[in-house]
């Protein structure tokens, strides 16, 4: 049986020492290295099928190499490819990500959070923010490395990456308002989470400045089930129907479909519906759906550079991240009637 190679052995054949090869093979000191040093060590270590042995390192910094990421809903649609975008950054750094599922639950999150802090992970990546986050604010205190995604948590100062929801809710409007439509319903969702506060603050503040009659109904969850609930609460209501609605999540959207469809109304001969996301699918849906985009995978990426600098650093920053939204105008918009 062949003997495995070592980090001595890729030196050897590169001709420089163990330590410049470390450096050459680890994306967060490879700046340390000049370029063509960079290109024979990695050819060197091809060659001889060497691999870095992620372990090895973390016993010698006294760090796991893991980090641990918390996820509200594994089922939503946005979380994979937040996850994905995750690992991206961190495996070609030597760490793996430890990704557990809350269910919506801050007791099961409180639960998963002592089992990641009892695993030593090196810091954590939340997309579980809401307001009062207790499990967020336990971290901070404890002086755990880590950084908020998607969601922000209340008055915790962490770092966080977020999409411009407020700008991908004025977009969704201004589209609507050249469409003719005056009368606009939200189904906005939970109230504790950030998401949906500034959605619903963004969806006021721009029918107030487009001159909409927009109206605003809070949903309990961000669920196709609340959705369908929320529009047939509209429809039953007997009141003069809103031309459009604006969901805060494309789940809720297709909840409004599914209430439009139950109640003989057509998307968008009679209603038009406005997601937000832009979900694996949602231009599959019957009508392909008018949503916004939000770029989730380079959220992802940009929460493991936040969180890897600030374990780098040692120093816990509140820096925002925000990423720029795009409205993707598809068939379930339409003019006004």
Partial sequence: MSRRATIADVARLAGVHPGTVSRALNARTENQVNAETIRRVR????????????????????????????????TNP?????????????????????VVNTDGSDATEQLVFESLIQRQVDGLIFATGHEGHATAREAYELGVKAVMVNRESGSTPYPVAVG???????????????????RVAHLAGP?????????????????????????????????????QRGMDRIIESHGTLPTAVVAGNDLLALGVYHSLRRNGLR????????????????????????????????????AARLLCEEIES????????????????????????
């Fill in 78 to 98: 946005i979380f994979p490819p937040i996850v994905r975008g995750i690992e991206s950054y961190l495996t070609p750094r030597g760490y793996s990500a430890l």
């Fill in 43 to 74: 050819a060197a270590a091809r060659q001889l099928g060497y691999t870095p042995n992620s372990i090895a390192r973390g016993l010698r910094t006294s760090s796991s190499m893991t980090m641990g990421v918390i996820i509200p809903d594994l």
């Fill in 164 to 182: 411009d929801d407020a700008q991908g809710i004025r977009a969704a409007l201004v589209h609507l308002a050249e469409l003719g439509h005056r």
């Fill in 267 to 302: 998307c968008p001969e009679d209603v038009s519906v406005v997601g937000f996301n832009d979900m694996p699918f949602a231009g599959d849906f019957e009508p392909a759906m008018t949503t916004v985009r939000v770029p989730h995978f380079e959220l992802g990426v940009e």
């Fill in 191 to 227: 109230a504790a989470l950030s998401t949906s506060q500034v959605r619903r603050d963004a969806f006021v503040a721009s029918c107030a400045s487009l001159g909409l009659d927009g109206v605003v109904h809070e949903m309990a969850a961000y669920s196709v089930d609340e959705g």
């Fill in 314 to 337: 040692s120093v816990v920053t509140a820096i925002k991240v925000v990423l720029p939204v795009e409205l993707v105008v598809r068939a379930s918009t339409g003019p006004a009637h």
